[in-house]
């Protein structure tokens, strides 16, 4: 553990991680429940007595709860660039995995009932339900065909191209169909997922 560290000079300059945690409004919360993610996720990994992770992960958080959501975005980073030497990397890996420790907590199994078979569905009550989780932004679900929808983003704070995308190629395997995942971004904090995806003969 002792030889495992993160550059946060690095990362801070190539996430531009300053003018985010900037913009990212006072108000703006987290569920405890994702802090609990990136917790599980390094500590799977054998990471989770790194310094710079102890500072903001220490302490398992209430699911429920709201957390500063600049803090959930702080961590995120560090998480990231401990995962993988490109932060944007580690971030989609880590939100990838996420859908499995997800499935196991209570918000969870009330979303199991629509995991499988229908991506779709899924992405409808993730639309539906993201008030739940956060207090910012809006996400809008546009349904192009029975195997393909796009996700548009506003206003959303964590990296969309990274972590977002991530998620929802780990809802993909989650749903057991093949597909992809492509980010187009507007801005940093504004522009959409194109998901498609195959159902398994």
């Known amino acids: 553990m002792e030889t495992v560290s993160v550059d946060l000079a690095r990362v801070t300059a190539e996430l531009d991680l300053e003018r985010r945690l900037r913009d990212v409004p006072s108000g703006a919360y987290t569920r405890g429940i994702f802090f609990n993610m990136l917790r599980d996720?390094?500590?799977?990994?054998?990471?989770?007595?790194?310094?710079?992770?102890?500072?903001?992960?220490?302490?398992?958080?209430?699911?429920?709860?709201?957390?500063?959501?600049?803090?959930?975005?702080?961590?995120?980073?560090?998480?990231?660039?401990?995962?993988?030497?490109?932060?944007?990397?580690?971030?989609?890996?880590?939100?990838?995995?996420?859908?499995?420790?997800?499935?196991?907590?209570?918000?969870?199994?009330?979303?199991?009932?629509?995991?499988?078979?229908?991506?779709?569905?899924?992405?409808?009550?993730?639309?539906?339900?993201?008030e739940h989780f956060v207090n910012y932004g809006k996400w809008r679900l546009e349904r192009r065909s029975p195997e393909h929808a796009v996700l548009h983003m506003f206003d959303e704070y964590m990296w969309i191209e990274a972590a977002h995308r991530g998620g929802c190629e780990g809802l993909l395997l989650a749903c057991g169909v093949t597909g992809e995942v492509n980010a187009e971004l507007d801005d940093a904090y504004n522009g959409r997922l194109d998901i498609r995806w195959k159902h398994r003969n």
Do not use: N
Not at 52 to 81: H, M, N
Not at 110 to 127: S, T, V
């Open 41 to 130: 996720d390094l500590d799977r990994r054998r990471l989770l007595g790194v310094p710079e992770v102890q500072r903001l992960l220490r302490d398992a958080r209430k699911s429920y709860r709201a957390y500063p959501t600049r803090d959930w975005i702080e961590a995120f980073a560090i998480c990231g660039a401990l995962v993988d030497l490109d932060a944007r990397e580690g971030m989609r890996k880590v939100f990838l995995g996420g859908s499995e420790y997800f499935a196991g907590t209570w918000y969870g199994s009330a979303f199991a009932r629509f995991l499988k078979p229908d991506p779709a569905a899924a992405l409808a009550w993730i639309e539906r339900s993201r």
